[in-house]
């Protein structure tokens, strides 16, 4: 079985994040580098075969992967910056195997569960919560159900890398007023994995398996190590960024109905 970490999107100064960050999967986060974490959580399951997809500051990436002698496979999302599902569809290019697919921003540690989806026999695998993440919109957006870990066969990659586009237009019109809160100001919902429970929930055959809670998820600098540790000032200037997006953010959406 291979492992794909998406791992290309930025570290935005809306949610706090300094000019010039480092990619998010390099910050401490519970004491962990996440990205070093969750190579090591997956090897300790038996997956040595991963590949992880960079765009924003892929170099910085590359340079951590190999100074850490972390033997991973590095693929490059030029597009990064407007297409996320590219990053998908470079993730499991000639992929035929089974595969489990991650967010980069999520921390690991849970190794039973990972294994638990491994052993689970179903063509689609993705993780059921008993307390739900947020809320949920339809039955297409739900809130106590978790994409950011999925397994996947063969089969199904092959049919997801011909439907990607289809299925990002498909939820781009569906929640266009959400997508623009996200865009705007940080609210509504995000947009990286819609496009795989969009896919997962109209492919069917669906297994499920369940977990107390969603795992740690870093969206925003003030909860990595580095803005902790940080001078107050640091973290002033911080959620200065973030109140100034949203304010932006909001101003934006005004104008936009005169």
Not at 83 to 111: C, F, H, Q, R, Y
Not at 149 to 178: F, I, N, R, S
Not at 193 to 222: A, C, H, M
Request: net charge positive; aromatic share 10%; glycine share 8%.
């Amino acid at each position: 079985m291979k492992a794909i970490i998406l791992a290309a999107g930025p570290s935005c100064m809306r949610h706090g994040f300094p000019i010039f960050a480092k990619p998010k999967c390099l910050y401490h986060y519970y004491g962990h580098i996440i990205l070093e974490n969750n190579i090591r959580v997956l090897n300790a399951c038996g997956i040595n075969d991963i590949r992880v997809v960079v765009g924003y500051k892929h170099k910085a990436i590359k340079k951590f992967c190999q100074e850490k002698n972390l033997n991973v496979e590095i693929v490059f999302n030029r597009n990064w910056k407007n297409d996320a599902v590219k990053s998908l569809l470079v993730g499991i290019e000639n992929v035929t195997d089974d595969i489990l697919l991650l967010e980069g921003d999520n921390l690991w540690t849970d190794i039973n569960h990972i294994k638990n989806v491994m052993a689970c026999q179903a063509p689609l695998v993705r993780t059921k919560l008993k307390k739900p993440w947020g809320k949920s919109i339809d039955e297409d957006y739900r809130g106590d159900v978790s994409h950011n870990l999925c397994k996947m066969t063969g089969e199904v990659l092959a049919d997801l890398t011909q439907k990607a586009y289809q299925y990002k237009k498909k939820y781009t019109q569906k929640y266009a007023q959400h997508i623009g809160g996200r865009i705007n100001d940080g609210s509504g919902i995000a947009l990286g994995f819609t496009v795989i429970g969009f896919f997962i929930n109209n492919k069917g055959l669906i297994g499920e398996v369940s977990r107390e809670e969603q795992l740690p998820d870093l969206d925003y600098y003030w909860q990595t190590d580095e803005y902790k540790n940080s001078h107050f000032l640091v973290q002033l200037k911080s959620r200065g960024y973030n109140k100034l997006f949203k304010l932006l953010g909001k101003l934006k959406i005004i104008f936009k109905k005169r």
